[in-house]
């Protein structure tokens, strides 16, 4: 603990004594500075100072004000001593505000009620007062000669018991309409002991021509009809901070529902960054006509280029267009706010760290100037020696490092933001600028449909021009128009100058008019060129990514990040991101069934569009897509199961004994884009009622993966493969599960199930459990058969499943013909249930390309017959991947993959005719 030297020595001796303001709180309030106990101000420490001062016959409005002096001047004293922190500074001021408003609210209902009754809802239910913190106070920030931007909602409209004679009876309006103005009284009114704070309600619905408080109803409207672009980073921050007691009523839950989807939408919505640049314009031109012919003014380390307003908004842009979609980002102060960006890739860590120190800095410098004379204002000081006592406090050497580091910081800022919004400030000249999107590039003017339709090659002009009699086209807001036109006008001088081919232009054009409802997507691409032109390249590449798109626009924005294209999935970073996601829901109460399908949904379809671009651009092979999307599957998986148990009605333990095991694609680490998975559950439970607890909790697991939402689904699930196919049970435990398998007792499993097992694996359970699986699965693969009843019954279900999938005569099925994929998968079954008693490295689930050299290697194949097989088998996966790409059949004539025909062919001979 600091320690600290009496008050009275303070006044001549701290570093805090250069300022005025503090010598006059030493003239005049140096008996009552002792009410504080030692260290920075807390409210509890507040409430008993303000308690004692009451106590002394000081009146509630004066007995605040003077509250507020000590505090300022305990904050003031620490914080020039280097004995307290930025946030300490903030948290106490904040404090104050708070423990004032608080009082201020109690006195005014008090007051209110005894002349016109308590406001009454319905059955006379107590009706609340919110007092809604902005901006600074709201993301506990303010500084330390902060006004407080409040707003007031109260909960319903109605009218006020009335006094017990039956007068008085006002209106709610009316009644919390007389409230505010008391507020205000005993909190903004400057008396001889000055005010606790300057208050300002221009930030409520119709500023300075609305009413002083609102109904939340009332509030509801005007943010869903009138509520503008710039209200949604004011309603960022804001916080109910008092009354105390009702910051965590049931109420506030309903009011967080009403702004919460003002502030952040469903979608990426890339259409704030127009109104930010023209709020961020306005700010400027006033800082500049504020400064014209006073240049001292020029010097603001608010409101001037490279200030703090500048890393708010920079903050506070990412997270409006991010947090909907991204609820870890919704974090009121900035300084929390930085790294979580930062987590989430939207900002490197370095960065956000130089952000984090600047904001640290320059908001430090700006309680120094406030408290040389305690007044509003962030411009440094033009005397000497006020800045080389700044410079002292701040423990720069002397007033040029101080400038130094300052203007360090400032251009840091001034380039990140810049960035951020593209710069537009830049080669002005003084004059008008030429606008810019997010990339810096200058915006060319909007063409007019009919001039641009003339100027674009051929089958682009045929599509666009198909917009003239398209009323959705027509319909639209101008600004919406203008972008649409922009993105085409674009693509046609990329197309032109052979950027991206004609061909994906076209397929935009299409893609865009799914879309044009939602207008965010069109900011986005007009703001991210470097997004629209991978996309484009996408788009070229193959049809099923457009249909992809179509269903999931949201994702084109993983495009942004160019070190998406060289990473790989990884399931334990996918994990950890989606639980912070989760906890941020859980924060604001909004982690209901809806909201965590969604959240898996999105995170789902991103990943699956990161492998999809990687694919595309040839960064990773078909085996490494497969691998990418099993685990990704796992991922989905496991997070499903774990939230679902836990929401489960009836759950018996906080951890479930159940296990999913994997079949076909998702057990052989196969999977596509789309594939369906094949899945068996078993629980391993003694409890009596574990049946019925499982099968409940199973058909809620099916339910969450395979429901459709806003958001789309997440996988077609088919149980068939569990013990007695679609007749059995949906789960079964694990006991009843082995038995079937390894043939104990009279129901039990057939050798088609066996060879299905070939390709099973654990995908989600105990390691216990997984241990009892693998044991169950190696029993049954090296079980001892007759190999020649074994070749007969694989070979008749070959032909079964042949004859359900015929091919035309002249044209050959990469998967179903004979020499296909089919082929090479039944034979190698055969090899493993026939040959892996014998011989054990057969045993393990590897895939099909490894298990063939296996066997090569073993001698249960020729020489080369294996090796052969393989890269045959993994050719016709290629082409089966790039034709369902394309949506096209996977059947090729027969020419062309003549050589992996025969390969399969020989692999054939040489395992069922020997």
Request: aromatic share 6%.
């Amino acid at each position: 603990m600091p320690i600290e030297l009496p008050a009275r020595a303070a006044a001549t001796t701290e570093p805090a004594a250069h300022s005025r303001f503090f010598q006059r709180l030493h003239r005049r309030y140096a008996a009552e500075m002792a009410l504080l106990p030692t260290g920075m101000p807390v409210r509890e420490a507040m409430e008993t100072a303000l308690a004692a001062l009451r106590a002394q016959g000081h009146a509630l409005p004066v007995a605040l004000r003077i509250l507020r002096q000590i505090v300022l001047e305990r904050t003031m004293r620490l914080d020039c001593a280097g004995q307290a922190n930025l946030a300490d500074v903030t948290h106490a001021m904040t404090d104050l505000a708070e423990l004032a408003l608080d009082e201020a609210c109690r006195h005014a209902r008090a007051e209110l009620d005894s002349r016109h009754g308590a406001p009454q809802g319905e059955g006379g239910a107590f009706v609340d007062l919110w007092v809604i913190g902005m901006g600074k106070l709201g993301a506990r920030e303010l500084n330390v000669s902060s006004d407080i931007d409040l707003i007031y909602v109260y909960a319903c409209d109605g009218e006020t018991a009335g006094t017990a004679e039956g007068r008085g009876r006002i209106s709610h309006h009316e009644y919390f309409a007389h409230a505010v103005k008391m507020i205000y009284a005993l909190v903004g009114e400057v008396t001889e002991h000055g005010c606790v704070f300057r208050v300002d309600l221009a930030l409520r619905p119709n500023g300075n021509s609305g009413p002083a408080a609102v109904s939340l109803a009332a509030l509801e409207e005007y943010l869903q009809v009138q509520g503008r672009e710039w209200e949604r980073f004011a309603w960022l921050k804001s916080r109910v901070v008092a009354p105390r007691a009702s910051i965590t009523g049931e109420g506030v839950q309903a009011l967080r529902g009403v702004v919460l989807p003002f502030v952040f939408r469903r979608y990426l919505d890339y259409s704030v960054f127009d109104a930010l640049r023209a709020l961020h314009r306005q700010i400027r031109e006033h800082a500049a006509r504020r400064s014209a012919g006073h240049p001292e003014r020029a010097n603001d380390v608010k409101l001037s280029r490279g200030g703090i307003r500048e890393i708010e908004f920079t903050v506070q842009l990412l997270q409006v267009v991010r947090g909907g979609q991204f609820p870890e980002l919704r974090r009121r102060p900035t300084l929390d706010a930085l790294p979580r960006i930062a987590q989430a890739g939207l900002m490197p860590p370095e960065t956000a760290e130089a952000l984090a120190r600047a904001y640290v800095f320059l908001r430090r410098v700006e309680h120094r100037i406030q408290y040389l004379d305690d007044l509003q204002t962030h411009i440094l000081p033009t005397r000497d020696d006020d800045l080389a006592w700044i410079a002292d406090t701040l423990g720069s050497a002397n007033c040029c490092a101080f400038l130094h580091e300052l203007d360090a910081h400032r251009e840091l800022v001034a380039e990140e933001f810049d960035k951020l919004l593209g710069g537009e400030e830049r080669g002005c000249n003084g004059k008008r600028c030429t606008p810019r999107n997010a990339a810096g590039e200058a915006m060319a003017s909007a063409p007019d449909l009919e001039g641009l339709i003339e100027a674009l090659p051929g089958q682009l002009q045929e599509r666009v021009a198909e917009w003239r009699s398209n009323p959705r086209v027509t319909a639209l807001r101008h600004e919406a128009r203008v972008r649409l036109l922009r993105l085409v006008q674009r693509t046609a001088q990329w197309v032109t100058e052979g950027r991206v081919s004609e061909e994906a232009a076209v397929r935009l054009v299409d893609w865009l008019e799914t879309l044009l409802r939602r207008e965010s997507y069109l900011a986005l691409l007009l703001e991210r060129p470097a997004v629209h032109e991978q996309l484009l390249h996408l788009l070229g590449a193959a049809r099923w990514p457009a249909r992809y798109l179509q269903q999931h626009p949201g994702v084109i924005d993983e495009l942004a990040g160019t070190e998406m294209l060289a990473e790989r999935f990884v399931a334990a970073d996918f994990e950890r991101d989606l639980e912070l996601r989760r906890h941020s829901l859980q924060s604001t109460q909004e982690d209901d069934d809806e909201a965590l399908l969604d959240l898996l949904r999105r995170a789902h379809h991103a990943e699956t569009f990161r492998t999809l671009a990687r694919d595309l651009e040839g960064r990773i092979t078909v085996e490494q897509v497969a691998d990418d999307l099993s685990a990704l599957a796992d991922s989905a998986l496991r997070l499903t199961a774990r939230w679902c148990w836990e929401r489960l009605r009836g759950r018996h333990r906080e951890v479930p004994q159940f296990g999913i095991i994997g079949y076909g694609k998702l057990g052989g680490k196969e999977l596509g884009y789309g594939s369906d998975l094949d899945i068996v559950f078993v629980f391993d439970d003694d409890d009596e009622n574990a049946p019925e607890i499982y099968a409940a909790f199973v058909r809620k697991l099916i339910n969450w993966l395979t429901v459709k939402t806003g958001e789309g689904d997440l996988f077609e699930i088919d149980t068939a493969l569990r013990p007695n196919g679609n007749s059995g049970l949906l789960v079964t435990s694990f006991e009843a599960f082995a038995n079937y398998q390894e043939r104990r007792g009279s129901n039990t499993a057939w050798t088609w199930e066996h060879q299905a097992m070939t390709r099973a694996r654990f995908v989600l359970g105990s390691p216990e459990l997984e241990r009892r699986f693998d044991a169950v699965r190696t029993a049954v693969v090296t079980a001892e058969r007759d190999p020649a009843a074994l070749a007969q019954e694989i070979t008749t279900m070959r032909e079964r499943v042949r004859a359900a999938h015929p091919v035309p005569a002249g044209s050959f099925d990469v998967k179903h013909s004979q020499g296909g994929m089919v082929d090479a998968e039944f034979a190698m079954q055969f090899l493993v249930l026939s040959q892996s008693r014998t011989h054990h490295a057969l045993v393990e689930n590897k895939g099909n390309i490894a298990l063939l050299q296996i066997a090569e290697d073993a001698g249960l194949l020729p020489a080369g017959v294996g090796a052969a097989a393989g890269a045959a088998y993994r050719r016709l996966r290629q082409i089966q991947h790039r034709a369902r790409l394309n949506e096209e059949p996977t059947r090729v004539p027969p020419e062309i993959v003549q050589a992996e025909r025969e390969a399969v062919l020989a692999l054939w001979a040489a395992v069922f005719s020997a």
